[in-house]
């Protein structure tokens, strides 16, 4: 096989976390109901708004991000933040919010916008809002406020707006009540808002823990693994539309070592691209790859994770992983680290808020990311 046709330089494959894949495959039905809803929001009529869940891995911030485009595309603004814990979160939103409002003409709507973005910048240090400060008083929950009035602004000049929230379970939980409280507001009085907030599994859970109506106000979008097919479509059609083909061995062996997971499925096609010296493109390649792609996994998706688990909390996390794919019992894995529930339950909960762990249901925890337990084993082979 002449060696420039698997140039790396043309490698189509784009492994990098949010990094849009070349063929964005299995979530067209997740995209129409946004859209729909997007559109039936710009013409007064009602629509839910949406969350997407699901591991790490699954492509979440590439299917938000390409739903703010889409929002452009029909007419939105669009406000769009990673939450980062902390005042970083609302501080950006308010300089996103603050943008918005100033794109339009001043009136009394605009003016009422902006006081109520101050109020909240009042809350938080570095905002860097300009208003004069005698004109609004310190108020948090005024975050209703700023998100019903920016979409009130926006209404009048016939847009909408989205907020785009990604990892959203990792918000002050006061912050995500007066968040949801102003989408809320914008459903009750008819205003063109969407809500679009994704995050780890458990974030359907703090969003009912929020606010009583979740369940009414959102349709949630989890998103598991790409099935054996859509495995294949993600690997065959970026490769055919530069006359390169794969064997059905390669790809069913990248079915196989992904599980169907989009992150691991552009890793693996990534590395066999770059290392593949047949035509089409053969197991044998994939097999060549493998000692790359695990690299490329461990040394960045898994031991990034690892990396900012607390010396206290890795005892928990090896106990986890010693017991398999989860979900597990707590008390199973308390009993795994030679501890009670009681004495690890701080453990749990921090490992939880720091997306490491997460609780399918009540008294069951599970990896936040695919195949953590295998790595973990991997790491600490000597502890068992």
């Known amino acids: 096989m002449s060696g420039e046709l698997y140039d790396p330089i043309a490698n189509p494959y784009a492994p990098g976390a949010g990094t849009p894949p070349p063929a964005l495959v299995g979530r067209d039905e997740v995209i129409d109901i946004a859209e729909v809803a997007l559109r039936r929001l710009r013409s007064a009529?009602?629509?839910?708004?949406?969350?997407?869940?699901?591991?790490?891995?699954?492509g979440k911030t590439v299917l938000l991000g390409k739903l703010a485009a889409l929002a452009e595309h029909v007419g939105y603004?669009?406000?769009?933040v990673e939450a980062l814990g902390g005042d970083d979160t609302i501080r950006s939103i308010l300089r996103q919010a603050r943008r918005i409002v100033e794109e339009f003409d001043s009136s009394a709507k605009v003016g009422r916008a902006l006081r109520s973005i101050e109020s909240v910048s009042l809350t938080v240090v570095g905002t860097g809002v300009a208003i004069e400060r005698q004109v609004a008083r310190a108020?948090?929950?005024?975050?209703?406020?700023?998100?019903?009035?920016?979409?009130?602004?926006?209404?009048?000049?016939?847009?909408g707006v989205m907020v785009a929230l990604d990892e959203a379970q990792?918000?002050?939980?006061?912050d995500?009540?007066?968040?949801?409280?102003?989408?809320?507001?914008?459903?009750?009085d008819g205003l063109p808002l969407y809500g679009l907030l994704a995050g780890l599994p458990n974030l359907v859970g703090e969003v009912a823990k929020a606010v009583t109506y979740a369940e009414r106000m959102f349709t949630v979008a989890d998103l598991g693994?790409?099935?054996?097919?859509?495995?294949?479509?993600?690997?065959?059609?970026?490769?055919?539309?530069?006359?390169?083909?794969?064997?059905?061995?390669?790809?069913?062996?990248?079915?196989?070592?992904?599980?169907?997971?989009?992150?691991?499925?552009q890793t693996w096609a990534y590395h066999t691209w770059n290392a593949a010296t047949d035509d089409p493109i053969s197991g044998a390649d994939v097999e060549r790859a493998a000692p790359n792609a695990n690299h490329a996994l461990d040394s960045s998706f898994f031991a990034a994770r690892?990396?900012?688990?607390?010396?206290?909390?890795?005892?928990?996390?090896?106990?986890?992983?010693s017991l398999?794919?989860?979900?597990?019992?707590?008390?199973?894995?308390?009993?795994?680290?030679?501890?009670?529930?009681?004495?690890?339950?701080?453990?749990?909960?921090?490992?939880?808020?720091?997306?490491?762990?997460?609780?399918?249901?009540?008294?069951w925890v599970e990896f936040a990311i695919p195949h953590f337990d295998r790595y973990v084993r991997r790491v600490f082979a000597t502890e068992f």
């Open 170 to 174: 990792m918000l002050d939980h006061h």
């Open 176 to 188: 995500l009540r007066r968040l949801l409280a102003g989408i809320h507001r914008c459903s009750q």
């Open 324 to 363: 398999g794919p989860g979900p597990h019992r707590s008390g199973e894995v308390a009993a795994a680290a030679g501890k009670s529930t009681p004495q690890v339950a701080a453990f749990r909960d921090r490992l939880i808020a720091e997306g490491v762990i997460y609780a399918p249901r009540y008294g």
């Open 45 to 58: 009529r009602a629509s839910q708004h949406m969350l997407i869940t699901g591991l790490r891995g699954v």
């Open 77 to 80: 603004r669009v406000i769009r």
């Open 139 to 159: 108020d948090r929950e005024a975050l209703a406020d700023v998100v019903a009035d920016i979409a009130a602004v926006a209404a009048d000049e016939d847009l």
């Open 225 to 265: 693994p790409l099935t054996p097919d859509q495995v294949v479509q993600a690997i065959v059609e970026p490769a055919q539309e530069i006359g390169i083909s794969w064997s059905s061995e390669a790809t069913e062996k990248i079915v196989d070592h992904s599980d169907g997971f989009p992150f691991f499925v």
């Open 306 to 321: 690892i990396a900012r688990i607390p010396a206290s909390e890795v005892a928990y996390v090896q106990a986890l992983a």
